[in-house]
């Protein structure tokens, strides 16, 4: 655990600016910070090494901005992934302590960086029920609050809180794109970097479309009664709602199954030369549908971690996997024709009002 108190007395959130030249003053300036790279004049991957690492630390400064938490605080939630170890990271430079309820299934490369990273990873007993294993987590954080009142529960699927972390990536990357409109494609997740990053352009003058990724399974936009048994990227969907997703600012979703976004990873690194995960490879698919169907913007795709995860499950047996150029979509209007392995629909048509009265119906 970093202690930086003796910093300006406290939190600076003006401490780091993306692409400010000089020394990072932590390992989370650099892993936060996305590389944009041009795969064509109007195509543009934003490759991050962990992207997960801007909504954490826009988060942390924001509780500790409005006095939320204090230093030392043990902030905890439940993760099995990237999000741990964005945490994680983020608890180190601002000294405070970290609590993770995890599945089973956590690495040993992860669960090995955060036990020297000096935070709790608390394993849940295994499960082949998703529901049931996301249930016992919140069950056994539930319980943690009520034995450690000073702990705060992060909720990165449920607090908007999350969105704060990526106003500095849409800045940056409004300096840095050419005029003009913008396409933003990515996988939804929370919905904090897409949705923050769309909105921040927006602010900026621009004109933005925003195309979000899910995998089939996922509630949040009502794929719930589909299945890929194959998928391995539960962090951009789920089989829970994210609720802190703004369904409004979205023009267009895609649903992507996992030999698909397959096929997109393996194409982006023999493409562009970009090892990135699964989610990527979905989002440079989509992007290269979306730059036909839209022409005369500048797409630009999220790329929110490295391929390392992936090389057993995904990268391996490369040669038999089919080439993007061969792969469309299926367009759809109604919940009922959603199919694996590439769904598409407008979010202002009927599949989209379906799915906001089924909404509105469990809210009531």
């Known amino acids: 655990m970093r202690d930086d108190s003796a910093k300006d007395g406290g939190v600076d959130l003006d401490d780091h600016e993306w692409g400010r030249q000089g020394i990072h003053d932590h390992i989370t300036d650099a892993m936060a910070d996305p590389d944009p790279v041009r795969l064509a004049p109007d195509l543009v991957c934003l490759r991050f090494e962990v992207m997960k690492v801007r909504s954490a630390l826009g988060a942390v400064r924001q509780l500790l901005d409005t006095g939320r938490i204090r230093r ?14 964005a945490l994680a990271l983020a608890c180190h430079r601002y000294g405070m302590r970290c609590h993770i309820v995890g ?15 000096g935070a709790t990873l608390e394993r849940m007993p295994p499960s082949s029920d998703l529901k049931l294993d996301q249930a016992r987590r919140v069950d056994r954080i539930t319980r943690l609050l009520a034995e450690h009142p000073r702990y705060h529960w992060m909720r990165q699927y449920h607090d908007p809180i999350h969105y704060h ?3 500095e990536v849409a800045a940056g990357l409004h300096r840095r794109l050419p005029a003009g409109p913008v396409t933003l494609v990515g996988g939804i997740g929370t919905g904090a970097s897409t949705g923050a990053m769309a909105e921040g352009l927006r602010s900026a003058g621009r004109d933005v479309l925003s195309i979000g990724i ?64 699964l989610s990527a490879g979905a989002a440079y698919l989509v992007s290269r549908w979306e730059r036909c169907r839209e022409p ?5 795709f999220l790329a929110p971690d490295t391929g390392h995860r992936y090389v057993s499950a995904a990268y391996a047996g490369h040669r038999e996997v089919p080439s993007v150029e061969e792969l469309s979509p299926l367009a759809v209007r109604q919940p009922d024709e959603l199919a694996p392995p590439w769904s598409v629909a407008d979010w202002t048509g009927p599949l989209a009002e379906r799915v906001r009265l089924a909404r509105a119906g469990g809210a009531a």
Do not use: C, K
């Open 165 to 167: 972390g990526y106003a």
């Open 103 to 117: 599945s089973a299934t956590v690495e040993e490369t992860l669960g090995v960086q955060l036990e020297i990273l």
């Open 296 to 300: 005369g913007r500048t797409v630009v």
């Open 72 to 85: 030392g605080d043990t902030l905890v939630d439940s993760s099995s992934g990237i999000y741990a170890l």
């Open 214 to 277: 899910q995998p089939f399974g996922s509630r949040t936009f009502g794929a719930e009664h589909t299945e890929d048994p194959d998928m391995i990227i539960a962090g951009i969907g789920s089989s829970i709602e994210f609720a802190n997703v703004r369904h409004e600012l979205y023009h267009r979703i895609h649903w992507v199954g996992f030999s698909y976004a397959r096929a997109g990873a393996i194409g982006l690194l023999r493409d562009g030369a970009i090892f990135a995960g």
